[in-house]
């Protein structure tokens, strides 16, 4: 009996040795896929030279000529119904890289350091408090891809705060720049444009060479004039649209020049053999200031105008062509990219984005998970838009706007109105019931903050400007007694 165990052990042993064996000689599995996450800076919905919708004729420009954000589209997947989660920058990019509303980050507003935007001066309501400085203890989507062994970096515009984006997990980055750019000049393109580009090849290149899966994002500064562009661009197009007036020369030039380093990127995706193992997703913080047809409004508004914007994704699984028609937002793409990725993202509360994943293995088809139906835009302050304060809630085929200095509600189904032209808010009563009941009660989950309903006792500083808000004050905006539904 002992030597029939000692056999079968012997059997054992040399079975197990022989599995193991086999097992250190099969493939390795393959690294983990790429990211190069690309930030336009407020481009409109219709302001690529491709169709951000094939159903309508005008979501493409005849002006503007993108030929490498054209290739990302058609080799990969477009959603028409993608929103900014704010009509302005800051709140927007924050968003983007922790999947939280800027209402919940208390980051609704921008410091643009020109102190008249947001100012409320003569008006009936004193702007919400915020803050533009990305609070430490948000996970961003590049610390999630850090701790997973991903090599991090972004170069260009930063503008969510003045902490070194090192403390929010890029490893490489230009610093904490704003729209001056690290050389502090108010035109700091071309240079830059084609400097982020540089150093994002040479990223690339560094990681392959370490064997190491990557997260890049490169951002946009803003540009409109010729000084914002390269000479030669610029005589380009010039060239190509003739006796058209200089402010539209220069922003196509500067749009031109945005797309030829994006060429760059791609190029060398292709040079070092990983574009089949690349996600490039490219989109924008919000819209232009009033050029974003058919849509009503632009930056610094809640109009449809201020909010789509372009959205395009290529990269291992999607197929090309092909178009996704739910409603998405900037919310979405932190744990899209983390679940492209294969890393874990639940342990991060607060979260209220979805995964477009799904959507995006399966040609557009399927639906995005949330923890809430609802796409809320919380915009508490006095900025391009006539209106002043106001939110906007989307569900279904519907929009609500709630304007706070009156009380108006206005109510559009986008489905069939995306121009917002026809409101339906005398028409369907119940419906505005429902959707403001539902605007309020998000309001006091996130702790926004509110303006103030009474007469402005402040009219010489822009809400933009206000000292950061205390530990203590954060946390009674936060509280669901804090937040005003009306």
């Known amino acids: 009996m002992k030597r029939l165990i000692g056999g079968r052990s012997f059997f054992w042993i040399l079975c197990t040795s022989l599995c193991l064996s086999l097992q250190g000689n099969a493939a390795p599995s393959p690294l983990r896929p790429n990211f190069i996450f690309l930030i336009g800076e407020g481009q409109g919905w219709s302001t690529l030279s491709v169709p951000m919708d094939d159903r309508v004729p005008q979501s493409k420009s005849a002006t503007f000529q993108t030929p490498n954000l054209d290739r990302i589209a058609t080799e990969g997947m477009r959603f028409p119904n993608f929103y900014a989660p704010s009509p302005r920058c800051t709140p927007s990019r924050a968003a983007f890289f922790t999947g939280k509303s800027p209402a919940q980050l208390h980051m609704t507003f921008v410091n643009e350091g020109k102190g008249g935007n947001g100012r409320g001066q003569g008006m009936k309501l004193v702007p919400a408090q915020t803050t533009t400085e990305m609070p430490l203890s948000e996970t961003t989507i590049a610390e ?45 393109n071309p240079k830059q444009a084609y400097a982020s580009a540089e150093r994002g090849i040479d990223f690339m290149a560094r990681a392959v060479k370490a064997g190491k899966p990557f997260y890049l994002q490169i951002a946009q500064y803003a540009g409109k004039s010729a000084l914002d562009s390269k000479p030669e661009t610029m005589a380009a197009v010039q060239k190509r649209l003739g006796g058209r007036d200089l402010p539209i020369l220069g922003l196509a030039a500067v749009a031109e020049d945005g797309d030829i380093t994006y060429g760059l990127l791609l190029k060398k995706l292709d040079e070092l053999g990983i574009a089949g193992n690349t996600y490039v997703i490219y989109t924008t913080d919000h819209g232009t200031p009033g050029r974003n047809p058919p849509f009503a409004g632009g930056k610094g508004t809640v109009d449809e105008g201020g909010l789509r914007v372009p959205m395009v994704i290529k990269g291992p699984g999607i197929a090309p062509g092909t178009f996704a028609r739910q409603r998405a937002t900037g919310v979405d793409l932190f744990p899209t990219i983390a ?25 557009g088809e399927g639906s995005v998970k949330r923890p809430r139906d609802e796409f809320v835009v919380h915009f508490p302050h006095y900025d391009k838009d006539v209106v002043g304060p106001a939110s906007a809630i989307y569900l279904g085929d519907f929009k609500l706007v709630r304007i706070y200095e009156t009380g108006e509600r206005r109510l559009y189904d986008i489905a069939k109105d995306s121009g917002e032209r026809s409101d339906l808010a005398k028409q369907m009563p119940q419906k505005v019931s429902e959707l403001d009941q539902r605007l309020t009660d998000y309001l006091k989950a996130v702790g926004a903050a509110m303006p103030s309903i009474k007469a402005n006792p402040v009219s010489t500083r822009p809400a933009s400007a206000v000292s950061l808000p205390t530990k203590r004050s954060l946390r009674m905006a936060s509280s669901p007694s804090s937040a005003q539904g009306q």
Do not use: C, Q
């Open 144 to 188: 999630l891809l850090k701790n997973a062994g991903y090599m991090t970096a972004h170069f260009g515009k930063w503008h969510v705060g003045r902490t070194d984006p090192s403390k929010h997990g890029y490893e490489e980055s230009t610093g904490a720049t704003s729209n001056d750019g690290p050389d502090h000049t108010a035109n700091p």
């Open 339 to 363: 679940e492209l990725a294969g890393v874990d993202w639940s342990s991060v509360k607060g979260v209220e984005g979805g995964s477009l994943a799904p959507i995006l293995k399966a040609k």
